[in-house]
Nanobody
């Protein structure tokens, strides 16, 4: 098993930036696909970005060009750099991991993931 703890959320005006972090602990020797999801009130959980152990990266269409996912494999930390934030980015952001999900497959489907963090809130004001 792996435990995930997110941090870095907050409130920013439109056009601002935030960097989210997700620290993984536990059985980190396995090869996991690491991903960021977000969920706004009344909406489905949405895949934001994912990165695999080979460095393959995928993004959801709504964040391409604005968000950057990266990881520090030594420290077992996943990051999400969010630039040019919009009010529509307001949501709870979750870190997720699973050893059987592929970046080339349905990485954006939250049902595919077994491990989740508790979430960190991002609020963007207009």
């Amino acid at each position: 098993q792996v435990q995930l703890v997110e941090s870095g959320g907050g409130s920013v005006p439109a056009g601002g930036s935030l960097r989210l972090s997700c620290v993984a602990s536990g059985n980190t020797d396995r090869r996991y696909l690491m991903a960021w999801f977000r969920q706004a009130p009344g909406k489905e959980r949405e895949g934001v970005a994912a990165i695999d152990t080979d460095g393959k990266i995928v993004y959801g269409d709504s964040v391409k060009g604005r968000f950057t996912i990266s990881q520090d494999s030594v420290k077992n930390i996943l990051y999400l750099q969010m630039n040019n934030l919009e009010p529509g980015d307001t949501a709870m952001y979750y870190c997720a991991a699973d050893p059987y999900v592929s970046a080339g497959g349905r990485w954006y489907n939250h049902f595919m993931y077994n491990y989740w963090g508790q979430g960190t809130q991002v609020t963007v004001s207009s």
